[in-house]
Structures are given as C-alpha cells and as structure tokens.
C-alpha cells in the first residue's frame, strides 16, 4: 500500500477538502492491514478501511475532523463496537484541501504530541528512498507516519465496453494496486457513469501505445476488431493477454493469426477463453472469474518480484 497522491487530488477537485483516513498500525484479528486508506467528504467515500462498525466509526470521526489538524486514533475491535474480531486498529486521519507535493515517500506528524522533528528511523529511510538504495514502507512512530508514494500499479487495458467489459470495469476499477484503461471505438459505447474515463479512437493504433507491462483483455463487439487487437499485441511485449470466445472462435483465430506470420509459440501467449467457463456465461460471472484470474497472476507476479528482491 502507498500514499496514493493522484487519487487524492483528484478527489479534491471534485469534492473539495476530503478527510484521509488510513490504517497505521494493527494487532491482532482486522479487517485490513496497514497502509489501507479511504478518502471521505461530508456526502461520501471513497475506498474501504474493511467495513462494517469499524468503517462507519472511522467515517463519523473523518467528517467531524474536516478543515482541523492530524489526528491518531485506536479502536479495538471488540465488544465496544459489536465486534468479535478482537484485534485493535490505530488510525489516522488527516484532512487536506490540496495533495502534498511528488516525492517517492511522505513523511508527517499526524498528532497533536509528535516533536518537531521525525524520529531518526524516518530521516535515514527517506535518504535511502530518494537516493533509490530503498524503498520505504510504511512506519509508525511516535507521532509520526511515512508512507511511500510511488508504489507501482499494474497497468491493465479492457478493450470492449459491451456488457462484459461494463461488469469487468466496474470490478476491477475499485482496486487501488490496477491502473485501468477502458477503450472502445466511440463514447457513445460506455454507460453515462463510467467506473473510470474511456478511452476511444482506433483501438489497433492505441494498442500499440500500451506500455509493455501491460495486462490486456479483449472482448469487443467485433470479432474483427479482436483480431486486429490480437495481431497487434502478439507482435510487441505484453504481461498477458485474454480473449473472450468460444472453442470454435480461438480456432478460427489461431489459424488466422499463424496465417499472418505469428509462431505457435507466439500465439499461445493469449488466454481464450478468458474466466471459468464452468461458471456460466452470464456477464458478471465471466467479470468475476476473469478478475480473480487476473489478480491470481499478479500475486504471483508480485511474490516472484519480491523472491528476486530477497535474494538478489
């Protein structure tokens, strides 16, 4: 988790001053683990802290504390709230009208009683953050809170906004560790709220500006189109790519893509079908089935990466 600073600049463009409210430390039995935050207004939120008791206490405080200082609170989470999880969550809550500025970490005193100064701990790990040696991680200390701000989102791009792109979009939009692009070829294509702003134009041509991390699924109306998006991605780099069909359809698409020069090899990089077929083809089962694959691979991807890290 990081201080997302483009989510909350965002939100107070639209909403004005916003209460953070984040998750410092926890002990025991929680719903979410430190560094999980939510933006709140007086008419609504934005992210989740868990839910439930714990959640609609920490929203009452967040609008009580608009426009005042930096706050630490601890909540156990037991009979007191009408809860048996038994742990305890300490809590910060920091009202802002304007995002701090860029920087790969963020460090601060959110209480009323933290010195002037942040502890020893904090000065040395922002050092080794912006001279890249190392990145920060959350701390707590003495009144004081560092955050990193420059976590990485996987870039992921849904191609299609028919009704499974619509289910897709709105199931991964609210994840705060996905950067999502959602294109098709013309606005009149995507509900009136989109979870997240579309994308339009030629979406061959956009797909050859996706980044190479990127995690691709195509499910346009065409069967032209997803070709063309095929031929298109199999010929640069690409974390993954899904195509909505049927048995016959990838058939048909894998001898049309050998057709246009791309190896076996190559080709087998798409996932056709996307999701778990055993669960049906309604829109929002193929979203969900889709999206827990989808996040499956990033655990993954995200173990590995840290594997490396311990023993590089």
């Known amino acids: 988790m990081s201080f997302d600073r483009d989510s909350l600049a965002a939100a107070i463009a639209a909403q004005g001053e916003v209460v953070r409210v984040v998750v410092v430390s926890a002990q025991g039995s929680t719903p979410r683990g430190p560094g999980t935050a939510m933006l709140v207004w007086p008419t609504g939120q934005q992210g989740t802290i868990g839910g439930g008791a714990l959640e609609w206490e920490a929203c009452a405080m967040a609008r009580a504390r608009l426009g005042q200082p930096p706050v630490t609170v601890t909540l156990p989470l037991g009979p007191a709230m009408n809860q048996c999880c038994g742990g305890t969550v300490t809590l910060a809550l920091e009202s802002f009208a304007e995002a701090p500025p860029e920087a790969p970490a963020f460090a601060r005193p959110v209480s009323d009683t933290a010195p002037a100064e942040p502890p020893l701990a904090f000065a040395r790990a922002l050092t080794a953050t912006r001279n890249g040696s190392q990145p920060a991680g959350i701390a707590h200390e003495n009144g004081w809170l560092l955050e990193p701000m420059t976590t990485p989102r996987a870039p992921v791009w849904i191609w299609g906004a028919g009704h499974v792109g619509r289910a897709l979009a709105a199931t991964l939009a609210p994840l705060d560790h996905i950067a999502l692009t959602w294109a098709d070829t013309s606005a009149d294509r995507f509900p009136q709220t989109p979870p997240v702003a579309p994308t339009t134009g030629d979406l061959p041509a956009l797909a050859a500006t996706a980044p190479p991390t990127a995690h691709h699924l195509i499910l346009t109306y065409s069967h032209a189109l997803d070709l063309a998006l095929c031929d298109t991605l199999l010929a640069r780099p690409a974390a ?32 056709c079908p996307i999701g778990d077929p055993t669960l049906g083809k309604h829109p929002q089962a193929i979203a969900i089935s889709t999206a827990a694959q989808l996040l499956s691979m990033l655990e993954k991807q995200a173990n590995a990466a840290m594997r490396g890290d311990m023993t590089g």
Do not use: C, E, P, V
């Not at 909505?244 to 990089?269: D, E, M, N, P, V």
């Open 240 to 271: 993954s790519i899904g195509l909505i069909g049927s048995a016959t359809k990838w058939a048909r698409f894998r001898a049309r893509l050998a057709a246009s020069g791309h190896a076996a090899a190559q080709i087998s990089r798409i996932r």
